[in-house]
């Protein structure tokens, strides 16, 4: 089931900053964030394990939240840069080898 | 070190047309996917592959083949073009599955007339 993002759309000037968050309905194992700027392809931000772990960027950070199945990315101090429509990914247990993607956050910076 | 690579970049097809879009990853990696994009829609996993030989279906697999011969190599065949199938396709490979980033490729934007 895809999971829900929110907000949809947020806008921002330069400096400031946003949390995008993402909930499902299942239980998690993992939560991957991805930017993806227009006409171009997505690209790895973090992931977000159960029990912790996290591998990603270091000017990047996100919470998981297990027993709520929620994460959040928390985006400070915002440059123009970081415009551009964010996806989180949810994996589910049970071995499941495959990722179900929300429907996005469009972001943008201005000056 | 080439990543991810998507062949072709862009292709209009006629309805009832057939074609195939090639993706490569130059990264040893087990997992391949293939996802399409449609406005507001966010990435709909369409098959995906655990390894070489393997295959199985993701969320919206209908009016779509795929075969995995090479473990570097993933195919995506559309047998019968229909306008619905009007979108850009992405590959995207992994080392570990949902434990570990997925890498994509730079898209396929295909128009079914």
């Known amino acids: 089931q895809q999971p829900v993002q929110s907000p949809q759309a947020v806008i921002l000037r330069e400096g400031e900053d946003a949390v995008i968050n993402c909930s499902s309905s299942?239980?998690?194992?993992?939560v991957h964030w991805y930017r993806q700027k227009h006409g171009e392809a997505p690209v790895f931000l973090m992931i977000l394990l159960k029990g912790g772990e996290q591998k990603g960027h270091e000017k990047i950070s996100a919470s998981f939240n297990e027993k709520k199945q929620q994460s959040s990315l928390y985006l400070t101090a915002s440059q123009l840069s970081y415009s551009g429509t964010y996806f989180c990914?949810?994996?589910?247990?049970?071995?499941?080898?495959?990722?179900?993607f929300g429907k996005g956050t469009k972001l943008t910076v201005n000056p | 070190n080439a990543g991810v690579t998507q062949t072709p970049k862009f292709r209009v097809l006629k309805t009832g047309q057939s074609m195939t879009l090639l993706c490569a990853q130059d990264?040893?990696?087990?997992?391949m996917y293939w996802y399409r994009q449609d406005p507001g829609m966010g990435l709909r996993l369409i098959h995906y592959?655990?390894?070489?030989?393997?295959?199985a279906k993701g969320e919206v697999p209908d009016g779509y083949n795929v075969s995995r011969l090479k473990k570097q190599n993933f195919l995506l065949g559309l047998e019968s073009a229909a306008p619905s199938q009007t979108s850009v396709y992405f590959c995207?490979?992994?080392?570990?599955?949902?434990?570990?980033?997925?890498?994509f490729g730079p898209g396929t934007r295909l128009t079914v007339l």
């Open positions: 990264m040893n990696h087990e997992y």
């Open positions: 990914g949810t994996g589910g247990q049970g071995g499941s080898e495959k990722l179900v």
């Open positions: 592959s655990v390894g070489e030989g393997t295959t």
């Open positions: 995207a490979s992994s080392s570990l599955g949902p434990s570990s980033e997925q890498f």
């Open positions: 299942k239980a998690l194992y993992s």
